[in-house]
C-alpha cells in the first residue's frame, strides 16, 4: 500500500493489504504494487545459481568489474527520478530519499572506485620478480538488507560484485519495490552489457528469519552481510564464525557530536537537527550531544528554534523530514527513564498528527531534545547509553574543569558503539587531539555534517556494538574479499631465490 493511504487511514489500509495478501478480490486504488515472496526452494536454487557463476566471475579482469560501478552510476544519474518516487511510496521523505539517492552516487563516485581498485590490486617490479598484492573474492556473499532504508542499502551490498564475488540478496516484505527496481533496472543491464555470467546476482523478496538460517546452514555461502540490530547481529557473527563464514555486520549507532566553547554554533546546530531526520530512524544520525558549559544555554534555545520547525507531512511534500513512528512505546520509556534519572525536558515529548497538531494517538513524535548535566553517571541514562532509533537528542553539558577536553574525549572514546563522531571546533589544538584519540568510530567529522556523503570516504562501517569483533570502515568490495601475494618470477634459480636475501642484505650493509 502507498504510504499516504497508511497515514490517511491506518487500519482501512492495513486491513486492505491483507486481504490482499490472502489473494481476495478487494478495491485496492492505494497499491503500489505486488510482489511475490520466495519459498525455500527459491532461496536455495538462489544460492546454487550464485555457487555456479562465483568462479567464473572471480576470473573477470578487475578493470571490467570495477566498469559495473561506472555503468551503476551512470543508470543512477538517469534514473534517479524513478527510484525517488518509489522510495517516497513505500514511505521515505522526498528529501530524504533525495539524501539516499545521493549517497548511492557518491558511493560509485570515481574516487571511491579507483580507491577501492587500488586496494584490490597493487604490483612493484623488483629485479626479475613481478610482485602482486592483492584481495580475492570469498565467493559467495549474501546480503540481508535493514527495512527502513532497503534499496539503498542493497546497492551498497552489491559493491561485493566488485571485487568478483557472486551476490544473493533478499529484499525486505515491509518495503521490497525500491530494491527490486534498483537491481533489475540498474544493476542487471550493467551485469549484462558485461557478460557477467548467469547467477552473478540473485534475488528475491522473503521473510528473514528462514533465509538467514537457510544461508547459515548452507555450505556454498561465503559471507553473511547483515544489517539489523546489534542483538540479532552479534548472534549472527557468532554464528557464522562457528561455522566457518565471515559475518560483515552493519549494526546500530550512538553517534556523538561534541560542540566546544569556540564553535559555530548556527552551524552546529543544523547538523544537530539532523537526528531528527526520519525521526531518527537512521543508523548514523547523531545520538548524543557534549557541549562546553561556556555555550550550552545558547546552543540549547538555538536547537530548540530549530527542533520547532522540523514538521510532519506526507512524505511526498517538500521541506518534510520526519517519518511516521506506528510504534513508539519504547520512545516514551526512553523519555520516562531519562526524566526520573534528573534529565530536563527541554523540547518536544508528544505525538503529532500528520498536520503537526498534537495527538495521543498521532503517528509521528515530535523532536525531542533533553539536557543533562554532567557527563559523569549520564550513561546510566538509556537515552545516552543506547541507540534509541527516535528523535530523542539528549545533549550533555559537561562539567567545567581544567581536565574538560580530556573528560570529553574519553567520553567519546568509550562509547561502546563505533559508527560516526563529529567534533565543532575552530581551535586547531582541540582539533588535533580529538583526531588523535578517537580511535572508535567509522569516520570522523570536523565541522561537518554528521550525515552528509563524500566521495573517497566510507559512507558506513564501524567499530564495537556497530561492526562487531571484526568492525571498521566499511567498503563491501573489501570486506568479502581477502589478501592474497603473487609473485611472478622469470629466470631465477630457486636454490638462490632461498638465501639471496641476506646477500642482498650483506651488500646493502657495505
Not at 53 to 74: C, H, I, Q, Y
Not at 247 to 275: K, M, S
Request: proline share 6%.
Amino acid at each position: 500500500m502507498h504510504s499516504g493511504s497508511v497515514l490517511t487511514d491506518v487500519f482501512a489500509s492495513l486491513t486492505r493489504k491483507r486481504r490482499l495478501e490472502r489473494g481476495e478480490d478487494v478495491p485496492a486504488t492505494d497499491v503500489v504494487g505486488r510482489c511475490a515472496v520466495a519459498d525455500a526452494e527459491t532461496v536455495a536454487a538462489a544460492t546454487e545459481a550464485a555457487a555456479a557463476a562465483a568462479p567464473e566471475w572471480a576470473a573477470t579482469p578487475l578493470s571490467t568489474r570495477m566498469a559495473l560501478g561506472e555503468l551503476v552510476r551512470e543508470r543512477l544519474l538517469a534514473r534517479h527520478e524513478e527510484l525517488v518516487e518509489l522510495l517516497v511510496a513505500e514511505g521515505s521523505p522526498v528529501a530524504l530519499a533525495r539524501w539516499q539517492v545521493a549517497g548511492l552516487v557518491e558511493l560509485f563516485s570515481p574516487e571511491t572506485l579507483a580507491y577501492c581498485a587500488g586496494q584490490l590490486h597493487s604490483s612493484v617490479r623488483i629485479g626479475r620478480r613481478e610482485l602482486t598484492v592483492r584481495r580475492v573474492a570469498d565467493g559467495v556473499v549474501c546480503v540481508n538488507p535493514p527495512s527502513n532504508a532497503p534499496a539503498a542499502s542493497a546497492l551498497f551490498g552489491i559493491t561485493a560484485l566488485l571485487a568478483g564475488n557472486a551476490v544473493v540478496l533478499r529484499a525486505p516484505r515491509s518495503a521490497p519495490l525500491g530494491v527490486l527496481f534498483a537491481l533489475r533496472e540498474l544493476v542487471v543491464p550493467a551485469l549484462t552489457e558485461l557478460d557477467a555470467p548467469a547467477g552473478t546476482l540473485n534475488f528475491f523478496c522473503a521473510r528473514p528469519g528462514p533465509v538467514l538460517r537457510a544461508w547459515l546452514e548452507d555450505p556454498r555461502v561465503d559471507d553473511i552481510f547483515f544489517t539489523g540490530d546489534v542483538e540479532r547481529g552479534l548472534e549472527l557473527e557468532r554464528e557464522c564464525v562457528a561455522r566457518g563464514k565471515k559475518p560483515i555486520l552493519e549494526l546500530a549507532g550512538n553517534d556523538c557530536v561534541v560542540v566546544w566553547r569556540d564553535a559555530d554554533l548556527d552551524l552546529a546546530v543544523e547538523a544537530l537537527t539532523e537526528c531528527f531526520f526520519g525521526s531518527g530512524q537512521i543508523c548514523m544520525a547523531p545520538n548524543q550531544v557534549v557541549v562546553h558549559p561556556e555555550v550550552a544555554d545558547e546552543l540549547l534555545a538555538r536547537l530548540t528554534e530549530a527542533a520547532g520547525r522540523i514538521r510532519p507531512g506526507y512524505p511526498w511534500q517538500e521541506g518534510v523530514l520526519l517519518s511516521p513512528v506506528l510504534r513508539s512505546e519504547r520512545f516514551f520509556a526512553y523519555l520516562r527513564d531519562a526524566l526520573e534519572r534528573g534529565a530536563s525536558l527541554v523540547h518536544g515529548g508528544r505525538r503529532l498528527e500528520v498536520d503537526g497538531e498534537p495527538s495521543d494517538t498521532g503517528p509521528f513524535l515530535e523532536p525531542t531534545v533533553l539536557r543533562v548535566d554532567g557527563l559523569a553517571g549520564c550513561r546510566e541514562i538509556d537515552a545516552v547509553a543506547t541507540e534509541t532509533f527516535f528523535p530523542l537528542l539528549p545533549v550533555i553539558v559537561a562539567e567545567p574543569g581544567p581536565d574538560l577536553l580530556d573528560r570529553v574525549l574519553d567520553h567519546v572514546g568509550t562509547n561502546p558503539y563505533g559508527l560516526r563522531n563529529s567534533l565543532w571546533a575552530d581551535d586547531e589544538a582541540v582539533v588535533d587531539r580529538f583526531l588523535a584519540r578517537t580511535r572508535n568510530g567509522g569516520l570522523l567529522k570536523i565541522n561537518d555534517s554528521h550525515l552528509g556523503w563524500l566521495p573517497y570516504l566510507p559512507t558506513h562501517g564501524g567499530t564495537g556494538l556497530t561492526g562487531g569483533v571484526f568492525g571498521e570502515a566499511n567498503y563491501p568490495m573489501l570486506r568479502s574479499s581477502h589478501l592474497q601475494g603473487v609473485s611472478r618470477a622469470t629466470g631465477i634459480r630457486p636454490r638462490d631465490a632461498v638465501f639471496d636475501a641476506y646477500h642482498r642484505l650483506d651488500r646493502q650493509g657495505r
